[in-house]
Structure formats: structure tokens, C-alpha cells
């Protein structure tokens, strides 16, 4: 039976900040949006927890994520693959 595969999932890319536990990695995402009176790019970090399978994550390493269905009360973020 096939699986049902979302196409609408946030995907983002982000560096990993902190390794919290064996299956948890905390990923710092930088947004860039435009403020919409003043016209200025505006920067914002927001940081997610991310359930990761792949022991060979380190800190400072860039990864994509996405996001899914909750892995528990804070992590509704998933590894995809490691960037660099």
C-alpha cells in the first residue's frame, strides 16, 4: 500500500546549533522576509527541534529539514539530508 506524500510540507534549510540527544538536534533557520510598511529585508533566527536518525551530524553542519507529522511535544521536524 502506498503512503500518502505531502507536497505542501515546509521545507528549510538551517545550520545545526546544539546536539541534544541521540535522536535530537537543535537547527537554527534563517528567515528573510520584507517588513511590509518600511520595505526593509528583515533577518529573523528561529530555532527548531529536529528528530535526526544520522550519527554523523555535527554542529555547525548546514541540513535541510521538513516538516511532519509531531515526533513528540516539540519535534515536528524531520532530517532530510546533510548539506555540507
Do not use: R
Not at 535526526?52 to 521538513?66: A, G, P, Q, R
Amino acid at each position: 500500500m502506498k503512503q500518502k506524500v505531502k507536497h505542501n510540507t515546509k521545507k528549510l534549510q538551517g545550520i545545526v546549533t546544539k546536539l541534544s540527544s541521540a535522536q535530537t538536534i537543535k537547527v537554527e533557520v534563517a528567515i528573510i522576509s520584507k517588513h511590509p510598511l518600511y520595505k526593509k529585508m528583515i533577518k529573523i533566527h528561529k530555532s527548531f527541534l529536529v528528530q535526526c536518525e544520522d550519527e554523523t551530524i555535527k554542529v555547525s553542519d548546514k541540513v535541510l529539514i521538513t516538516e511532519g507529522s509531531p515526533a513528540s511535544k516539540h519535534k515536528s521536524f524531520y532530517l532530510v539530508k546533510k548539506l555540507s
